[in-house]
């Protein structure tokens, strides 16, 4: 008896016996999907899970994104429990993927935000990942959050999106629903320490009374930071204080703040955020603080830097000789009832 012919990717085709054998064809590959989605566990992420997750995170981000784990472990455990969401998976007994994220409220809408979500290399593409956003998903959804955003979870975020240029990434978002929203990307701009040395060491104007934040002054300078430039900067550059020295600089005159910058926040060599009083504007008070920024790092040995989430790309090339980085967009899925957590 004649065979019968299979279709694209050994589908059988048309017919009363072709339809049997499609049946049969779809069955097998569910299957397989499924024994390969239950060789792993999930639970809620553990105390006693920080190291294995750090080294997971650490070794699994790509391009050097996870060398600074004291701010991955600020990132993934710095957040009062109540509100941050974390999962692993394990198999065998062992952490092969985990995934984290927080819920806030944003402009009167509670959302939820992806943090990061890695995966072992060794088990990719085989269900994981989407099981880990799936989790967060539906924690997200019984906190009572009507969204969710990969990125972008200021004041404690690695990423301000996805990365335009990670293409892995952007797949896996807009396989499992996430489509981008209206507005720009974030754009992050690169400054070539050693290139441009002497605009970075160009000497203060000394009518910049400027000096390096002291944990003394925090409470003074946080009720500032709430009542000038909001909650979410004030908490953001609380961050500069976890690092040694202190990764802040202000000014100030007659008791009154002038200004400030912060750098190394939330990840090492990521500058801002950065704000001067408009009353001060014209005194060069931004260039001064964002000079004595990138002179740390110059003493520290670093040799480029990124300027994170920018505004005013012009004042950063012409003080510092920054350039155009990359860019990220906030994908976002909408966590109604019927929305399916592995799309």
């Known amino acids: ?57 650490s070794t699994g981000l790509a391009h050097g994104e996870g060398d600074d784990v004291p701010g991955l472990e600020h990132l993934l455990w710095g957040e009062p429990r109540e509100d941050g969401l974390g999962f692993v998976a394990t198999r065998d ?31 990719r593409r085989s269900g994981a990942g989407r099981l880990l956003l799936g989790a967060l998903e539906q924690a997200a959804r019984v ?19 996805v990365d335009t240029a990670d293409r ?29 040395r002497n605009l970075v060491r160009e000497p203060t104007q000394p009518q910049v009374p400027m000096r390096r934040l002291t944990h003394q002054e925090w409470p003074a300078f946080e009720e500032w930071m709430r009542e000038t430039w909001g909650e979410t900067w004030a908490a953001e550059v609380g961050g500069a204080l976890r690092r040694h020295p202190v990764s802040c600089f202000v000014a100030a005159e007659d008791g009154d703040y002038l200004g400030f ?16 009083d408009p009353a001060a504007r014209g005194r060069g008070v931004g260039a001064a ?13 670093r040799t480029a830097c990124e300027i994170a989430w920018v505004g005013p790309v012009e004042f950063y090339a012409r003080v510092v000789g920054a350039e ?20």
């Not at 009363?16 to 069955?27: D, F, I, L, V």
């Not at 566990?41 to 006693?48: G, H, I, K, M």
């Open 261 to 276: 910058a912060a750098y190394d926040t939330n990840r090492a060599g990521w500058f801002g955020p950065m704000g001067s």
């Open 168 to 196: 892995e990434a952007t797949a896996f978002f807009g396989a499992c629903g996430y489509a981008l929203p209206d507005g720009a990307p974030a754009t992050n701009l690169d400054v070539d320490l050693e290139a441009h």
């Open 289 to 301: 603080l964002l000079r004595a920024c990138l002179s740390d790092y110059l003493d520290a040995g």
């Open 1 to 57: 008896p004649r065979r019968a012919r299979r279709g694209p990717q050994g589908v059988p085709p048309a017919g009363a016996r072709g339809r049997q054998r499609r049946a049969r064809h779809a069955a097998t590959l569910a299957a397989r999907r499924v024994a390969g989605l239950r060789v792993f566990t999930l639970r809620p992420v553990a105390a006693d899970d920080r190291d294995r997750v750090l080294d997971l995170v």
């Open 143 to 161: 906190r009572g959050a009507t969204e969710i955003q990969a990125g972008g979870s200021a004041p404690s975020y690695w990423w301000p999106g």
């Open 324 to 343: 155009p980085g990359r860019t990220f967009v906030a994908l976002r899925k909408p966590l109604t009832d019927d929305a399916d957590a592995s799309a």
């Open 93 to 123: 007994g062992e952490v092969v993927g985990a995934a984290f994220g927080s819920v806030a409220e944003r402009g009167g809408v509670l959302r939820a935000y992806v943090k990061v979500v890695v995966v072992a290399e060794r088990c």
